[in-house]
C-alpha cells in the first residue's frame, strides 16, 4: 500500500467522519425520534397483549368448568369459530430435495423450516426456525366486534391428491371455512402459501377488506463468531415503488412505514426467511430488537395488513422463501420477469453502494461463477481471482510506478533545490522550482494517484464480496476450516477487556500473514518506492507501521477468504514492484526526463492552476512582510 493509497484511506475517513458528524441529529431530535418509536411500539405491543389476554382469559374460565357448560360459554364467546377454539397440536411434514417444513395445526402456521443443504458451522441441522422461535399470526373480526386470533384457532388438515400441497383448514360451521393453503414445488425454496375462505360472509365484519397480520421471528446463530455474523443480521424490506431499505444492524430500532411493501425477509449472514406478497401489505410496522440470549442473534416483528375478499372470490396469495443469500439463485427469480414486476432479492446479498456493487455484480461475481465451474477448490479460485484482477489492473498499477519512479530519479534535482531554498520561509519558492522541475521534465505527482483512484472501485468491491458469498461457507483451504469465518490457530476463553470486544477472543493465521506481508511491503518497498526527496507529511513514516497493526484489530475477527485474499494481493504487488525494478532502466528514465527539458512542452490545465496559486500566496505573502515592517 503505497501513500497515495493511504492518503486516499485518510480522506476518505475524514469525509466519511465529517459527513456523520454534520448530519448527526441533535439530542432533542434524537430524545423526539426515541418518544415516537417507542410510541409506536407501545401501540403495537398493546395490542397484541389484549389479544393474547381475551385468550388466555377464556383458556383460564373454559378450564374450570365442566365440558358441557365449556362448550356453551365457547360458542357464545366464539359463535361459529367456537370448535376450534380446543384441540390437541399436531404436526403435518411438507417437503422437498432441499427444504423440509413441518406445519402446526394450531394457528395453521409453518412451525419449523429446515434446509436439507446445510449444516450449522458445529455440523448441526441448519433449522431457520422452530416452535416458538417464531409465529404468523392473521386476526379476524366477528360481527360481535369480537377479535380472533388464528393463532389460537386449531386448523385442520384436508386430504388431497396432490403431495405437494397441504390445507391447513379452519372451520366455522355451516359450511364456512378459512384455508391455509402450503404448495412447495421440487428443488424449490420457494414455498406458495395462499389464504381461501369460503362462507365467511356472514360470520366477519361486512366491512372486513383486509387482514391484520403479526408475524415475528428470532434469528438464531448460524456461523462461528456471534459478533461478525450480527452485522451482517437485518430485517429487510422492498417497497412497492421498486425501493429497497433495512433496519440497523448495530441497533435496536422500529419503523411505521406509510408505504406499501413488496416483500419482508429476516436475514441472517447467509440465510433468510422472507414473506413475498402477490399484491402488497399496507400499514406496516417493522421492530427488530438483539437478544443475548445464546443461540440467537435478533429478534424481528412486523405488523401489516393485506387484502383480503370477504365474500372468498378471490384469495390472498403469498410465497415464502427459506433458502441462503445465493447471488445467482436469487437473481434467478427475476429471469424474465418485467422490469418494474421484479422482485430485486438479489439485493439481500450485500455486494456494497453505489459504484462498488456494479463492479461486483457485473464483473467479480461472473468471474467468481465461472471459476466454480471448472474448480472445486475457493482456494485456488480466490489465488486465480486475485491474479486476474491484478493482470487486469497492471496498466494501471505499472502507470503508478512510473509516476513514482520519474520523481524517485529527480530525487538529487530536488534536494538541491531544497538546499537552495532552505527554511519555512523559502517554502514557496522551493515549491514552485520544484513544480517547474517535475513539469519541464514530464514528470507529475498527480500522475500516480489517478490510477489508485481508479483501482480502488474494485478494492472495495471485493472487500464486500468475499464475506457476503455462501459458496465459500465452509469451504475449507490449508489450515481453515471455513473459508467464510476467521481462521483460528490460537484461541482462549478468558474475556480480556477491550481485546476480547474488538480483537476476539483468538488470532487469525491468514490475518497476520496479512499484517506481515504488509509490514514488509511497506517498510522495504514503499517508503524507498515513494521517498521522492520532497518533504514528508508529518507522522507518514509511523503511518505506514501503523496500518498494518490497525489491520490486524479490524480484520481479525473477518472472514478468512478476505484476509486470504489480501495476503495473496499484497505478494503479488510485492512481485509486481520487483518486476518492474528490474525491467525498468531507471538510468535510462532519468536520461529521458533530462531530454524533456530540451522541449518545448505544453503546460497541463493542472499545473496552470497550480502555478495562478503559487503566484496568489506569493503575492499575499509579500504584502503580509512589508505590513510587518512598516509597523
Same mark, same amino acid.
Given at each position: 500500500?503505497?501513500?497515495?493509497?493511504?492518503?486516499?484511506?485518510?480522506?476518505?475517513?475524514?469525509?466519511?467522519?465529517?459527513?456523520?458528524? $454534520?448530519?448527526?441529529?441533535?439530542?432533542?431530535?434524537?430524545?423526539?425520534?426515541?418518544?415516537?418509536?417507542?410510541?409506536?411500539?407501545?401501540?403495537?405491543?398493546?395490542?397484541?397483549?389484549?389479544?393474547?389476554?381475551?385468550?388466555?382469559?377464556?383458556?383460564?374460565?373454559?378450564?374450570?368448568?365442566?365440558?358441557?357448560?365449556?362448550?356453551?360459554? +365457547?360458542?357464545?364467546?366464539?359463535?361459529?369459530?367456537?370448535?376450534?377454539?380446543?384441540?390437541?397440536?399436531?404436526?403435518?411434514?411438507?417437503?422437498?430435495?432441499?427444504?423440509?417444513?413441518?406445519?402446526?395445526?394450531?394457528?395453521?402456521?409453518?412451525?419449523?423450516?429446515?434446509?436439507?443443504?446445510?449444516?450449522?458451522?458445529?455440523?448441526?441441522?441448519?433449522? +431457520?426456525?422452530?416452535?416458538?422461535?417464531?409465529?404468523?399470526?392473521?386476526?379476524?373480526?366477528?360481527?360481535?366486534?369480537?377479535?380472533?386470533?388464528?393463532?389460537?384457532?386449531?386448523?385442520?388438515?384436508?386430504?388431497?391428491?396432490?403431495?405437494?400441497?397441504?390445507?391447513?383448514?379452519? *372451520?366455522?360451521?355451516?359450511?364456512?371455512?378459512?384455508?391455509?393453503?402450503?404448495?412447495?414445488?421440487?428443488?424449490?425454496?420457494?414455498?406458495?402459501?395462499?389464504?381461501?375462505?369460503?362462507?365467511?360472509?356472514?360470520?366477519?365484519?361486512?366491512?372486513?377488506?383486509?387482514?391484520?397480520?403479526?408475524?415475528?421471528?428470532?434469528?438464531?446463530?448460524?456461523?462461528?463468531?456471534?459478533?461478525?455474523?450480527?452485522?451482517?443480521?437485518?430485517?429487510?424490506?422492498?417497497?412497492?415503488?421498486?425501493?429497497?431499505?433495512?433496519?440497523?444492524?448495530?441497533?435496536?430500532?422500529?419503523?411505521?412505514?406509510?408505504?406499501?411493501?413488496?416483500?419482508?425477509?429476516?436475514?441472517?449472514?447467509?440465510?433468510?426467511?422472507?414473506?413475498?406478497?402477490?399484491?402488497?401489505?399496507?400499514?406496516?410496522?417493522?421492530?427488530?430488537?438483539? $437478544?443475548?440470549?445464546?443461540?440467537?442473534?435478533?429478534?424481528?416483528?412486523?405488523?401489516?395488513?393485506?387484502?383480503?375478499?370477504?365474500?372468498?372470490?378471490?384469495?390472498?396469495?403469498?410465497?415464502?422463501?427459506?433458502?441462503? *443469500?445465493?447471488?445467482?439463485?436469487?437473481?434467478?427469480?427475476?429471469?424474465?420477469?418485467?422490469?418494474?414486476?421484479?422482485?430485486?432479492?438479489?439485493?439481500?446479498?450485500?455486494?456494497?453502494?453505489?459504484?462498488?456493487?456494479?463492479?461486483?455484480?457485473?464483473?467479480?461475481?461472473?468471474?467468481?461463477?465461472?471459476?466454480?465451474?471448472?474448480?472445486?477448490?475457493?482456494?485456488?479460485?480466490?489465488?486465480?481471482?486475485?491474479?486476474?484482477?491484478?493482470?487486469?489492473?497492471?496498466?494501471?498499477?505499472?502507470?503508478?510506478?512510473?509516476?513514482?519512479?520519474?520523481?524517485?530519479?529527480?530525487?538529487?534535482?530536488?534536494?538541491?533545490?531544497?538546499?537552495?531554498?532552505?527554511?519555512?520561509?523559502?517554502?514557496?519558492?522551493?515549491?514552485?522550482?520544484?513544480?517547474?522541475?517535475?513539469?519541464?521534465?514530464?514528470?507529475?505527482?498527480?500522475?500516480?494517484?489517478?490510477?489508485?483512484?481508479?483501482?480502488?472501485?474494485?478494492?472495495?468491491?471485493?472487500?464486500?464480496?468475499?464475506?457476503?458469498?455462501?459458496?465459500?461457507?465452509?469451504?475449507?483451504? +490449508?489450515?481453515?476450516?471455513?473459508?467464510?469465518?476467521?481462521?483460528?490457530?490460537?484461541?482462549?476463553?478468558?474475556?480480556?477487556?477491550?481485546?476480547?470486544?474488538?480483537?476476539?477472543?483468538?488470532?487469525?493465521?491468514?490475518?497476520?500473514?496479512?499484517?506481515?506481508?504488509?509490514?514488509?511491503?511497506?517498510?522495504?518497498?514503499?517508503?524507498?518506492?515513494?521517498?521522492?526527496?520532497?518533504?514528508?507529511?508529518?507522522?507518514?513514516?509511523?503511518?505506514?507501521?501503523?496500518?498494518?497493526?490497525?489491520?490486524?484489530?479490524?480484520? *481479525?475477527?473477518?472472514?478468512?477468504?478476505?484476509?486470504?485474499?489480501?495476503?495473496?494481493?499484497?505478494?503479488?504487488?510485492?512481485?509486481?514492484?520487483?518486476?518492474?525494478?528490474?525491467?525498468? *532502466?531507471?538510468?535510462?528514465?532519468?536520461?529521458?526526463?533530462?531530454?524533456?527539458?530540451?522541449?518545448?512542452?505544453?503546460?497541463?490545465?493542472?499545473?496552470?492552476?497550480?502555478?495562478?496559486?503559487?503566484?496568489?500566496?506569493?503575492?499575499?505573502?509579500?504584502?503580509?512582510?512589508?505590513?510587518?515592517?512598516?509597523?
Amino acid at each position: 500500500m503505497d501513500k497515495n493509497t493511504i492518503i486516499g484511506f485518510v480522506l476518505i475517513g475524514v469525509v466519511l467522519f465529517a459527513f456523520n458528524w $454534520l448530519t448527526q441529529p441533535t439530542p432533542e431530535q434524537i430524545e423526539a425520534q426515541r418518544r415516537y418509536q417507542d410510541s409506536i411500539a407501545q401501540v403495537v405491543a398493546n395490542n397484541h397483549l389484549e389479544v393474547q389476554q381475551q385468550a388466555a382469559t377464556t383458556e383460564n374460565q373454559f378450564d374450570q368448568v365442566p365440558d358441557s357448560v365449556r362448550k356453551i360459554r +365457547l360458542q357464545q364467546n366464539f359463535g361459529s369459530f367456537a370448535s376450534a377454539m380446543t384441540g390437541v397440536e399436531n404436526y403435518t411434514t411438507l417437503e422437498n430435495e432441499v427444504l423440509e417444513l413441518t406445519i402446526s395445526n394450531k394457528g395453521g402456521r409453518v412451525y419449523s423450516a429446515r434446509l436439507k443443504d446445510y449444516k450449522t458451522y458445529d455440523g448441526d441441522p441448519l433449522i +431457520l426456525f422452530e416452535g416458538k422461535d417464531a409465529s404468523l399470526d392473521f386476526s379476524l373480526v366477528t360481527t360481535t366486534n369480537r377479535v380472533i386470533s388464528t393463532a389460537d384457532l386449531y386448523f385442520q388438515p384436508v386430504g388431497g391428491n396432490d403431495p405437494n400441497t397441504l390445507v391447513m383448514r379452519l *372451520n366455522a360451521g355451516e359450511g364456512g371455512y378459512l384455508d391455509f393453503v402450503y404448495t412447495v414445488q421440487p428443488n424449490e425454496y420457494r414455498v406458495n402459501f395462499s389464504i381461501q375462505s369460503q362462507g365467511l360472509n356472514d360470520l366477519l365484519l361486512p366491512t372486513t377488506h383486509s387482514l391484520d397480520m403479526a408475524w415475528q421471528q428470532k434469528v438464531r446463530q448460524q456461523e462461528k463468531g456471534r459478533k461478525y455474523e450480527n452485522q451482517y443480521t437485518s430485517l429487510v424490506y422492498k417497497f412497492l415503488a421498486g425501493d429497497f431499505d433495512h433496519l440497523s444492524e448495530g441497533k435496536d430500532e422500529s419503523k411505521q412505514l406509510a408505504n406499501r411493501l413488496k416483500w419482508i425477509g429476516y436475514k441472517d449472514k447467509f440465510f433468510t426467511t422472507a414473506l413475498i406478497a402477490n399484491e402488497y401489505f399496507e400499514s406496516t410496522t417493522v421492530d427488530s430488537k438483539g $437478544l443475548i440470549a445464546d443461540g440467537y442473534l435478533k429478534e424481528f416483528r412486523t405488523t401489516a395488513s393485506v387484502p383480503f375478499d370477504l365474500q372468498g372470490r378471490e384469495s390472498t396469495d403469498f410465497t415464502w422463501f427459506f433458502g441462503p *443469500n445465493k447471488y445467482s439463485l436469487l437473481k434467478s427469480y427475476d429471469k424474465g420477469v418485467a422490469a418494474d414486476q421484479q422482485l430485486d432479492m438479489e439485493r439481500l446479498v450485500p455486494l456494497g453502494a453505489f459504484i462498488f456493487r456494479w463492479v461486483n455484480k457485473y464483473f467479480i461475481v461472473p468471474l467468481f461463477d465461472f471459476l466454480g465451474r471448472f474448480i472445486s477448490s475457493y482456494g485456488l479460485i480466490i489465488f486465480l481471482m486475485t491474479l486476474i484482477v491484478k493482470i487486469v489492473l497492471l496498466p494501471l498499477t505499472y502507470k503508478s510506478y512510473m509516476s513514482t519512479a520519474k520523481m524517485r530519479v529527480l530525487r538529487p534535482q530536488v534536494e538541491e533545490i531544497n538546499a537552495k531554498y532552505p527554511g519555512q520561509e523559502q517554502a514557496m519558492e522551493r515549491q514552485k522550482a520544484t513544480m517547474e522541475l517535475y513539469s519541464r521534465t514530464g514528470a507529475s505527482p498527480m500522475s500516480g494517484c489517478l490510477p489508485m483512484l481508479l483501482q480502488m472501485p474494485v478494492l472495495i468491491a471485493l472487500f464486500s464480496f468475499f464475506p457476503a458469498s455462501i459458496e465459500l461457507r465452509q469451504q475449507s483451504f +490449508l489450515w481453515a476450516s471455513d473459508l467464510s469465518t476467521y481462521d483460528a490457530v490460537i484461541s482462549w476463553n478468558v474475556n480480556v477487556p477491550f481485546i476480547s470486544n474488538y480483537f476476539g477472543n483468538h488470532i487469525s493465521l491468514f490475518c497476520m500473514l496479512m499484517v506481515i506481508t504488509n509490514l514488509i511491503y511497506n517498510t522495504k518497498f514503499n517508503m524507498d518506492q515513494t521517498n521522492t526527496g520532497q518533504q514528508q507529511m508529518p507522522g507518514m513514516k509511523a503511518m505506514m507501521y501503523m496500518m498494518p497493526l490497525m489491520f490486524l484489530v479490524f480484520f *481479525n475477527q473477518y472472514a478468512s477468504g478476505l484476509t486470504y485474499y489480501y495476503f495473496i494481493s499484497t505478494l503479488m504487488t510485492i512481485v509486481q514492484i520487483l518486476l518492474f525494478r528490474y525491467t525498468i *532502466n531507471e538510468d535510462k528514465l532519468l536520461a529521458k526526463l533530462e531530454a524533456n527539458k530540451q522541449k518545448l512542452r505544453k503546460k497541463s490545465s493542472f499545473m496552470k492552476r497550480l502555478e495562478e496559486a503559487q503566484k496568489m500566496q506569493q503575492e499575499q505573502l509579500k504584502k503580509q512582510q512589508g505590513q510587518k515592517k512598516k509597523r
